[in-house]
Nanobody, 116 residues
Framework: QVQPVESGGGLVQAGGSLRLSCVAS????????LAWYRQAPGSQREYVAS???????RYADSVLGRFTISRVNAKNTAYLQMNNLKPDDTAVYFC??????????WGQGTQVTVSS
């Protein structure tokens, strides 16, 4: 069973930075699409960013220009660099791994709290 594991969350002041990591033990990692989602209290889970196997990236409008998604296939790891954090970025951040069609795997999430 593929189980992504997130880390790197924490408490930071507005304007600060954090880097989240997502490690997934699967030999299919290099061919997978990696995505980050987040869920704030009382809200639905929302898309943040994704990176395809070939490298193209996409971002939600709310984080464009502040967040950067990347991957190192040799380490089976994806990253989310978050700069200029805002209180509205406070949420649990989840990593999603998509392999082929219909195969989605989610991590347990890591809490990010941004204080004003």
């Amino acid at each position: 069973q593929v189980q992504p594991v997130e880390s790197g969350g924490g408490l930071v002041q507005a304007g600060g930075s954090l880097r989240l990591s997502c490690v997934a033990s699967t030999r299919f990692f290099s061919g997978a699409t990696l995505a980050w989602y987040r869920q704030a209290p009382g809200s639905q889970r929302e898309y943040v960013a994704s990176i395809a196997a070939a490298g193209p990236t996409r971002y939600a409008d709310s984080v464009l220009g502040r967040f950067t998604i990347s991957r190192v296939n040799a380490k089976n790891t994806a990253y989310l660099q978050m700069n200029n954090l805002k209180p509205d970025d406070t949420a649990v951040y989840f990593c999603q791994l998509r392999i082929g069609v219909g195969n989605e795997y989610w991590g347990q999430g890591t809490q990010v709290t941004v204080s004003s």
